[in-house]
C-alpha cells in the first residue's frame, strides 16, 4: 500500500470502538468512512463525532458496510463471537484488520483467522495496546537493552471488582466470550510474558468462579515455564473490588516494576531496582532504586494505532500481531485445559 489516506471502517461502536475512532479523527493518515453497529443510533454517532467529512455511511448490517464501502481497514470492535467471522469476510475482501483482543474465541479461531489473512495477503493486528503504555515500554527497552541482565521470573496481578449487574454482561456468557476473566484481562498478560520471555512450553493454572453467579470464571491462577526454566505468573481477578495492574520483572542484576496503567488503575509508575556490585561482583545490600512516574495521558491507543498503520505501508508484520494473538489463545487454551484436567499441559498440546 502507498502512503497515502488509509480509509477505515469499524464494526462495533461501543466504548473500545470509540476509542478507536477518537485516534483516527487525530491521525492525518487515516479516515473513519463508515461504522456499523446493530445499534445504528451508536453508529450514526460515532461517524458525527469522529467521520472524515461527507460520503461516510453508518450501517445497522456489517456486511452491507463491507459489499458498499470502499476501505483498506475495518476495525473490529465486538463481543467475542462475532470477531472472527466479521474478520474473515474483511480479509478475504482484500482488507486489513485491527481486531480486538482475544482475537476469537479461543486458539482454533484464531489460527483460521491469521492462516485466511496469509491467504489474502493482508495484515491482521490484534488489539494489544497493553504493549504501547509508557511503563511497559521502557520496562521492555531496558530488558532488550540487558539493563537487568538474564530474566529469571515475571509476575503479575491484573484485576477490578466488576459492578453491579455485571453477572448479566455478556461477558458472563461462555457462548459470547469464549471464557471468563482468563480470556478478558489474562489475554493482555500473556502476550506481555511473551513480549518479554518469548515463547513458552509448559503451563499450569486454576480457573475459579468465587463471587459472580456465572457460567465463566471470574478468578485465573496460571504458571507459565519456558524451555530454559523462566517462569511467569499471574492472577487476574474479576474480584479485585479495587482496579490493580502489577507486573514485575526480576533478573540477575536488578528488577524492574511496573504499577498502574492510568486512569482507575493510577498513574504509572516504573520502579527500576539494581543490585549493588563490588570488583564486578554482585553482593547482597539494598538495592538501589530509581522511580519514573508517567503521569500523562493514555497514549497507548494512539501509539498502537500508528505502528499498525506503519506495517502496512511497509508491508510487515505489526507489533501485537494476529501470530501473537494466537499464540497467546494457545497459552490460555493450556490453562484451561491444566484447570479441568488438574494437570501441567505442555503448549504443544494445544
Not at 187 to 215: I, N, S
Amino acid at each position: 500500500m502507498d502512503r497515502g489516506i488509509i480509509k477505515v471502517g469499524i464494526v462495533g461502536c461501543g466504548l473500545i470502538g470509540n476509542k478507536r475512532a477518537a485516534i483516527i479523527k487525530d491521525d492525518p493518515s487515516s479516515v473513519l468512512c463508515a461504522t456499523s453497529d446493530v445499534n445504528i443510533i451508536n453508529a450514526d454517532a460515532m461517524l458525527r463525532q469522529f467521520g472524515g467529512g461527507d460520503g461516510g455511511h453508518a450501517y445497522r448490517d456489517w456486511q452491507e458496510m463491507l459489499k458498499k464501502q470502499e476501505l483498506d481497514v475495518v476495525i473490529v470492535a465486538t463481543p467475542n463471537k462475532y470477531l472472527k467471522k466479521i474478520s474473515l469476510w474483511s480479509m478475504q475482501r482484500g482488507r486489513h484488520v485491527l481486531c480486538e483482543k482475544p482475537l476469537g474465541r479461543n486458539a482454533k479461531e484464531s489460527g483460521r483467522m491469521v492462516k485466511v489473512a496469509q491467504e489474502n495477503g493482508v495484515v491482521i493486528k490484534t488489539g494489544f495496546n497493553h504493549r504501547h503504555h509508557p511503563a511497559i515500554w521502557k520496562a521492555h527497552e531496558l530488558v532488550v537493552s540487558g539493563g537487568i541482565g538474564p530474566i529469571y521470573f515475571i509476575r503479575c496481578i491484573y484485576g477490578h471488582g466488576g459492578r453491579p449487574g455485571y453477572e448479566k454482561e455478556w461477558r458472563a456468557s461462555k457462548d459470547i466470550c469464549g471464557g471468563g476473566e482468563l480470556l478478558d484481562q489474562g489475554v493482555h498478560v500473556v502476550d506481555l510474558f511473551r513480549w518479554f520471555l518469548g515463547d513458552f512450553e509448559e503451563a499450569f493454572g486454576y480457573t475459579p468462579t468465587y463471587f459472580w453467579k456465572m457460567d465463566v470464571e471470574d478468578n485465573a491462577f496460571a504458571v507459565f515455564k519456558t524451555a530454559a526454566g523462566q517462569i511467569a505468573s499471574m492472577h487476574t481477578c474479576w474480584t479485585q473490588w479495587k482496579n490493580r495492574f502489577t507486573f514485575e520483572i526480576f533478573g540477575e542484576a536488578g528488577y524492574l516494576i511496573i504499577e498502574g496503567l492510568g486512569g482507575s488503575y493510577g498513574p504509572e509508575k516504573l520502579t527500576v531496582g539494581k543490585r549493588p556490585k563490588k570488583d564486578r561482583e554482585y553482593i547482597g545490600g539494598i538495592p538501589d532504586e530509581e522511580v519514573i512516574i508517567f503521569d500523562g495521558p493514555d497514549m497507548s491507543w494512539d501509539l498502537e494505532w500508528k505502528e499498525f498503520v506503519q506495517a502496512i505501508q511497509e508491508s510487515r508484520e505489526p507489533l501485537g500481531s494476529g501470530r501473537d494473538g494466537l499464540e497467546a489463545n494457545r497459552l490460555l487454551a493450556a490453562v484451561y485445559c491444566s484447570a479441568k484436567e488438574h494437570r501441567h499441559v505442555k503448549i504443544s498440546e494445544v
